[in-house]
């Protein structure tokens, strides 16, 4: 591989890095029942929280026509001792 065919293949990642991660604070929130075309999954942002508290994590994908999209969930977490 040449300099310059590397130089471009991580050009390349960090602008597709950087879209994504802006993208993804655009995210549609999800309802019940929506349709979702999933084709491949790009990342899934999910923060750590406190024991028993819930966040919102962001789902980023694209569908089956190539466009890259985003949608946030709210994600609960599990109690330790739960019985």
Avoid: C, H, W
């Avoid at 390349?12 to 929130?29: I, N, Q, R």
């Amino acid at each position: 591989m040449t300099l310059r065919k590397a130089f471009a293949v991580t050009v390349t990642t960090l602008a597709l890095g950087t879209s994504v991660s802006s993208f993804a604070s655009e995210a549609t929130p999800y309802r019940y029942g929506m349709d979702l075309d999933i084709a491949k999954v790009v990342s899934v942002d999910a923060p750590a929280s406190a024991q028993g508290q819930t966040n919102t994590a962001t789902l980023t994908y694209r569908d089956s026509s190539g466009q890259l999209r985003a949608v946030s969930y709210v994600q609960p977490t599990v109690l330790a001792n739960q019985n």
